[in-house]
């Protein structure tokens, strides 16, 4: 497989012009609706259980479709017609799905996340002339397969280390950390060995717990674990669990409306606004933004130029592949200087991020009870 220098991804991107700057807001109708991009290809986007309304990691694909066919989250136009996404209910869907959008002739295909890997293998190895998509999967290695990457640790060492900066102005003493992932992976570790590295940096000895619920879509679980951790006095918890996060939110959103100190950090997306519990106050931090539809715009740039081909693109911090939100007011100025600091530090080299939990077990003081696994 061929690894593309992430200036072609921004050169595919800066070449759709206002596009690239973010989906359109203005209503069906106006002038500037009428000048939306005209787009010659097809692309179907399938999902797991959680769906495009994740407020997270679908989401994020979903607005890259959107961003690319000039159309926004309330104007769908295109739906139908030239984009539009499958869910699956269950994992013994994916194959299924994949067969369905290949047979009735989509031009592109995308798969989001890990657990389709083994699924889109098999499809894409009998139909050699279907262009495909998978995201957070780098080891499919067929030539009509895109692989789109992201350096999770490194947007999650800021999440770690905002979190850690804000208990300390807080001047919460001994403040404890928790964690909660999805389905264990090598993805989902990056989030986590990077999250507790940041925390580490400014709090050598904290306590920080993990728990996975094992499930995308199981909200439920993550809220009540996040119920237990608040109690025992956990300051603040990061999930990367899909929809199962929104339960980690849930439960923020709950104790900080009652006057409690507790956090969530989100994922993926800024997830600022699902966090609000009154009309400008938020139970949500920061988020680790995971630029999902960078990959996206890419990859149908490249569908529509005829310049598609089987390649590993990674996204990191230096190419604003990940990064943090700023939108909460209670990330203040003062932490978001230190923040910035950190991240000229990753960039250049300064700060290096174990990605894999064994190399991480290897740091003087890192926590060696971690769920985390490497696959």
């Not at 203005?26 to 407020?55: F, H, M, N, Q």
């Not at 369905?100 to 293998?121: C, K, M, P, S, W």
């Not at 938020?282 to 490249?302: C, D, F, G, H, P």
Request: overall charge negative; charged content about 20%; aromatic content about 10%.
């Amino acid at each position: 497989m061929q690894k593309s220098s992430i200036l072609m991804v921004l050169l595919g991107i800066m070449v759709m012009g206002p596009l690239a700057a973010g989906p359109k807001q203005d209503p069906p109708g106006s002038p500037s609706a009428a000048a939306k991009p005209a787009r010659s290809i097809t692309v179907r986007l399938l999902t797991d259980a959680t769906g495009i309304d994740d407020k997270s990691f679908n989401a994020a694909a979903w607005r890259g479709i959107l961003q690319f066919y000039g159309d926004t989250w309330e104007d769908t136009a295109g739906r139908g017609r030239a984009y539009d996404v499958v869910t699956a209910q269950t994992q013994d869907m994916y194959t299924f799905n994949i067969r369905q959008a290949t047979h009735e002739g989509y031009d592109l295909i995308v798969a989001t996340g890990f657990t389709f890997e083994n699924a889109l293998r098999e499809v894409a190895r009998d139909n050699p002339d279907q262009k495909y998509l998978i995201i957070d999967v780098d080891s499919v290695n067929e030539p009509n397969v895109m692989q789109a990457v992201y350096a999770e640790h490194e947007g999650s060492y800021l999440a770690g280390v905002a979190a850690a900066l804000k208990a300390q102005q807080d001047g919460v003493d001994n403040p404890r950390f928790g964690f909660i992932g999805g389905v264990p992976s090598a993805t989902i570790t990056k989030f986590e060995i990077g999250y507790v590295m940041g925390i580490l940096s400014v709090f050598p000895k904290a306590v920080i717990l993990d728990y996975y619920v094992n499930s995308w879509a199981d909200p439920a679980a993550a809220k009540i674990q996040a119920k237990n951790w608040y109690d025992q006095g956990v300051y603040a918890i990061y999930s990367a669990a899909g929809g199962s996060g929104n339960g980690v939110i849930a439960q923020a959103k709950e104790y900080r409306a009652q006057g409690r100190n507790v956090w969530a950090i989100g994922v993926d997306s800024d997830q600022y606004e699902a966090g609000l519990y009154d009309a400008t106050h938020s139970a949500v931090l920061t988020s680790m933004i995971k630029r999902v539809e960078t990959s996206m715009v890419y990859a149908l740039n490249a569908a529509q130029n005829n310049t598609f081909k089987g390649e590993v693109i990674t996204f990191a911090l230096k190419d604003d592949g990940v990064g943090y939100s700023t939108a909460n007011v209670e990330l203040t100025a003062e932490i978001k200087v230190r923040l910035e600091q950190v991240k000229q530090q990753i960039i250049s080299g300064a700060i290096k991020i174990p990605a894999t939990h064994g190399a991480a077990k290897k740091h003087l003081g890192f926590p060696q009870n971690l769920r985390a696994i490497d696959d």
